[in-house]
DNA sequence: GGGATCACG
DNA sequence: GACGTACGTGATCCCA
């Protein structure tokens, strides 16, 4: 029987699921007999994955699983070379391919693979039938040779990345429509697959040539009328291998003996089987979960539980159980003193509940409390309106209360006891920002536990810890968008215009799915063995930060203002001198036209143009063209540096200063970035400028208040110490003990001079290989940040592992470490995840300088946040009134009383010095260099 | 809304 | 054999 148009057929590349799934997870054993089986396990949690997905109305009617039957294929017989040079797979992977293949079955699915072909023609051909039916085919893949069949009824996914490839993707792939698509590879070839190509042409060159001409034929028959040489040989040498490549990356959509398209009908998995699979291969969180949800008991004997190595908070686990569970129509409104204390009641009974308030801002320091909500247990959560207002809001039309909301007050006053009692847990996604608020009402919420920064101490790298990610990712369940109360742009409403019967649903909601994700996260710390890290430097900075920016810090507005005229005329000069060098007037601040007029119109050498086609124009670039003696860069560069200035600090940081306090109060996201350190927004006050002249001007507008100083006090080269510590250098660490100039120490041993009279440039370029043996240091990094030659920075990267192989060693340790169990760790046991280190390409590069990078970063960033802990206590009880504003990576700012400035840079240094005790004994010792002024530039 | 640019550690 | 690469952030501007 023939395809239909009302069929689904989904097409999954079981081959690319298999890598893919072995790639990314870190190794994992059978525990029984030590059978490696974590592609098994991949493998299954993607396919179980993705018939999760498959239920509503995109429920596919036929699926099929196709793999690759061996390495060999009929395209050997025509090119020998073909795939050729491929290393065989992995020792722990083959033996996982019959059971990834057994595992298939078990979910009762076709597993389908022909011998002489590759699962690509195999799709291929079942995809043309069934689109010839009229059916709609989706292939389940990210592999670009199966982005040929794209179109018309046939479209393609990639699961793991959630992403639809369709003509459109295929296009900005290839440059060309997916009918082209053979034609582009044919001539790039592919060094992965040994597809020879024409040799000099890359994807690019072959879009714009296959575009040029039309198609592959027509070029090569009129390839003698390509005008860049190069080109124009090496397609008329290379015809015949042009030729080949294009058989090759052909996809055979003819394979016969193929199993009727009726044997590919959607059967539904059998409990008993998949579940004897599953449990035979040890893996009992996915067993109970499934068990569950077909509503059986799992299998007896499943062993112990499963080894360490199983990634961090199991995502999704007892998720599509709990799933099922939320309605949210089922929550419950209180409107009056009597229904809020039943709760209250409930609660102390259940001794924990989920907190989140509802604000007319994002702004903690200006947000109005609209409403409150609370959740005892999965599906027992509700609202307590309490400032929601009807009417449009706009200016004329008076908004009024809206009926049915207990007093403001009233509800405080019930709330503020529990929400302060010690013996009842307040759990909230974010506590920083319901703490701030509620502190504003005179509730001090304590204690609490943090969904947000749960997921954070264990899943760092994994994806975001956003609610609605951490709902996806455990619960499998897409909270209600707030768009969809609030709208968006111009129209955009604040949440007290909600109608209550619709906040309802949407805030009791937000309590249900942190409560249920409290229930997932909190047992994982012990198993993923961060207590420490959340117990020590998540949770506890929470309150520590909320009163930093409770604090803020004092501007002086004037000064900002100043600034600004100064710099408005300065740039009003430059730019008249800009326009009368260009000899027209044009936008200096658009990059583009700058671009034309530098390149196209004055007809300056180096221009080079990005993927959207302008040229770049970044500050490298001009500095090049005014080293060689043109003015206008040279002015656009004096232009630049004063634009950012007055946008992004004169200008803007006035807007910031709160109109109450009189001070500019920014917000650190604790779980931001992924290696543990702050990230400031709202403004971002740890990037105020510093390294120019005219910008520490505006640190000069940082001040005290009457009568206090600001005291800075930063770490002296904390994350070389930590390197040197980490890969255990001798003669880092013993120059630090000495309290040696660490970068002439380096220059020194490196280029062998002696640090006496040491020639200032050697000293900087031992800082730079310094900062980049950090950053995972490459020669092109090195050249490019010393403006050198590659040649010469390699030979300095050489001469450095020369003296120091302990650095090397440490970098192959780490991104094996990384490939081996997907994390990380800091010396304090942080870890940062790495789910794209085994990524292919450029990618890859990049990955694992990140992985080489992050444990220092984030050692680092562990100690300051150590430090800021304790910082609070340590200063009330040497009696000191300081207050800490600011935390900028390696250093920390207080405001403080002028008589109390240097003893209290004592306590503070000694507390930095020691931050690191008692978990971890440093073999290269802390230090910390204090100063103060009236301002933040004196004090730095 | 994404890219380019540039401020910081 | 070519490509693209120093690590981590956030804000502002232009421009489609």
């Known amino acids: 029987m023939p395809a239909k148009p009302e069929d689904h057929l989904y097409l999954v590349d079981g081959s690319g699921f298999i890598f893919r799934a072995y790639h990314a997870l870190p190794a994992l054993t059978r525990k029984s007999d030590g059978m490696p089986v974590g592609a098994v396990s991949g493998f299954c949690n993607m396919i179980w994955k993705m018939l999760q997905d498959l239920k509503g109305d995109d429920a596919p009617s036929h699926v099929a699983v196709i793999f690759d039957a061996s390495r060999f294929s009929f395209r050997n017989e025509f090119y020998p070379e073909y795939k050729a040079q491929r290393p065989d797979a992995p020792e722990d992977l083959r033996p996982q391919f019959g059971l990834i293949r ?26 043309r039938e069934a689109a010839a039916g009229g059916a709609e085919v989706t292939i389940v893949s990210s592999d670009k040779d199966l982005m040929q069949l794209v179109g018309g009824r046939i479209g393609m996914v990639d699961l793991m990345k959630g992403k639809v490839i369709g003509v459109e993707q295929v296009r900005e792939k290839f440059g060309v429509g997916p009918e082209r698509v053979i034609d582009v590879q044919a001539l790039a070839g592919d060094s992965v697959d040994n597809v020879p190509g024409a040799p000099g042409i890359g994807v690019k060159t072959a879009a714009l040539l296959i575009n040029e001409y039309g198609d592959l034929e027509t070029l090569l028959e009129r390839a003698a009328e390509i005008k860049q040489p190069k080109r124009r040989q090496s397609l008329i040498e290379n015809a015949e291998l042009i030729r080949i490549s294009k058989r090759l990356v052909t996809l055979d959509d003819n394979v016969g003996n193929l199993p009727a398209y009726d044997e590919l009908a959607r059967r539904q998995p059998e409990a008993e089987m998949l579940l004897s699979f599953l449990n035979e291969m040890e893996f009992s969180t996915l067993t109970r979960r499934i068990a569950a949800i077909f509503g059986v ?33 089922a929550y419950e409104i209180i409107r009056d003193a009597d229904a809020l204390k039943a709760w209250i009641e409930k609660i102390y009974e259940r001794g924990e509940v989920a907190v989140d308030t509802e604000t007319t801002s994002l702004d903690e320091m200006t947000a109005e409390l609209v409403g409150v909500s609370l959740a005892t247990a999965p599906g027992r959560a509700c609202y307590i309106p309490l400032g929601h207002q009807t009417g449009d809001g706009d200016l004329l039309g008076a908004a009024e209360r809206a009926a049915g909301q207990m007093a403001l007050d009233d509800a405080i006053a019930i709330l503020k006891p529990m929400l302060e009692d010690p013996s009842i847990l307040k759990i909230a996604q974010n506590m920083k920002y319901d703490l701030k608020v509620l502190a504003r009402y005179g509730i001090w919420v304590a204690p609490f536990d943090d969904t947000m920064l749960l997921s954070y101490a264990q899943e760092a790298g994994m994806g975001g810890q956003g609610m609605d990610a951490l709902s996806k990712r455990h619960l499998d369940h897409e909270p209600i968008p707030i768009k969809t109360l609030l709208g968006a742009g111009r129209k955009k409403i604040t949440f007290d215009r909600v109608e209550i019967d619709k906040a309802a649903p949407y805030a009791a909601e937000d309590a249900d799915v942190t409560f249920r994700l409290w229930k997932i996260l909190k047992p994982g710390l012990v198993r993923n063995r961060v207590t420490r890290v959340y117990e020590v430097m998540e949770r506890p900075l929470v309150p520590v930060l909320a009163d930093m920016e409770r604090a803020g810090v004092k501007v002086d507005r004037d000064a900002l203002s100043r600034l600004s005229n100064n710099f408005a005329q300065k740039m009003a000069g430059l730019e008249a001198e800009i326009h009368e060098l260009a000899g027209e007037k044009f936008n200096v601040g658009s990059p583009k036209q700058l671009g034309e007029i530098l390149f196209d119109k004055m007809g300056m050498d180096g221009g080079k143009k990005g993927k959207t086609g302008a040229y770049a124009t970044g500050a490298d670039v001009l500095e090049t063209l005014a080293a060689e003696g043109h003015d206008l860069p040279a002015r656009v560069l004096d232009w630049r540096q004063l634009s950012k200035l007055k946008g992004t600090y004169t200008d803007a940081l006035q807007t910031h200063i709160n109109a109450e306090t009189g001070r500019v109060h920014t917000s650190y996201s604790i779980a931001g970035a992924s290696t543990g350190r702050l990230a400031s927004t709202d403004p971002n006050l740890q990037n105020i400028p510093v390294r120019s002249e005219e910008g520490r001007r505006i640190r000069e507008a940082f001040i ?42 380096t220059a020194s041993e490196i280029f062998g001079v002696p640090v006496e009279g040491m020639d200032p440039m050697i000293r900087r370029q031992a800082k730079a290989i310094n900062f980049g043996v950090i950053y995972g240091i490459s020669a092109f990094g090195l050249a490019n940040n010393l403006r050198i030659p590659r040649e010469d920075a390699k030979r300095f990267i050489d001469a450095y592992f020369e003296k120091f192989p302990g650095i090397r060693a440490y970098m192959d340790a780490t991104v094996e470490t990384a490939k081996k169990q997907g994390y990380v760790e800091t010396v304090f046991g942080r870890r940062i995840h790495t789910p794209e280190i085994n990524a292919k390409g450029p990618m890859g590069g990049f990955q694992r300088r990140a992985a080489i990078n992050a444990p220092i970063q984030g050692s680092a960033a562990d100690v300051i946040r150590r430090a800021m802990v304790r910082i609070p206590p340590a200063l009330a009880k040497a009696k000191l009134t300081a207050r800490m504003l600011l935390q ?24 930095m010095e020691g931050a690191n005790l008692p978990a971890v004994a440093l073999t290269t010792p802390l230090v910390a260099d204090a100063g103060k002024g009236r301002n933040w530039a004196e004090a730095h």
């Open 704 to 745: 005290a208040d009457e009568g206090n100083v600001l005291l800075s006090l930063d770490y002296s080269q904390i994350e070389l110490r930590l390197l040197a510590h980490i890969a255990d250098i001798e003669a880092l660490k013993q120059a630090f003990a000495e309290g040696q100039d660490i970068h002439a120490a």
């Open 102 to 127: 057994d595992a298939t079955r078990a979910f009762n699915l076709p597993c389908i693979e022909i011998d002489g072909y590759e699962a690509d023609d195999v799709i291929a051909t079942y995809a």
């Open 297 to 329: 008991e799992p299998p007896a004997a499943a062993p112990a539980p499963e080894p360490e190595a199983v990634p961090a908070a199991e995502p999704g686990a007892e998720a599509a159980v709990e799933a099922a569970k939320i309605d949210t129509s």
């Open 888 to 911: 900028v990576h390696d250093e920390l700012i207080f405001e403080v009383p002028e008589s109390e400035a240097d003893e209290t840079a004592e306590t503070v240094r000694k507390v």
